[in-house]
């Protein structure tokens, strides 16, 4: 398992908010946490957390074919 939030997201510095993948997965990337224009200061939020913004990719499935055969009525 990984956890990709490295810094407090709590104003009182604790890690609330979290993203966690499998470590054999890539599919997470550019992990920041930042004020999410609450502000009354520099990292002085008015609110208690702060925003937590990362890419993620995904794949969409395949689509899934089926054929319908009407009986006799």
Do not use: C, Q
């Amino acid at each position: 398992m990984m956890l990709h939030v490295k810094e407090p997201t709590h104003i009182r510095g604790h890690t609330l908010d979290v993203v966690i993948t499998r470590d054999t997965v890539d599919t997470v990337s550019n992990v920041v946490d930042t004020d999410p224009g609450l502000s009354v200061g520099l990292r002085n939020i008015s609110k208690d957390h702060y925003a937590v913004i990362f890419y993620a990719r995904s794949s969409k499935p395949a689509p899934v074919r089926k054929t319908v055969a009407l009986g006799k009525l």
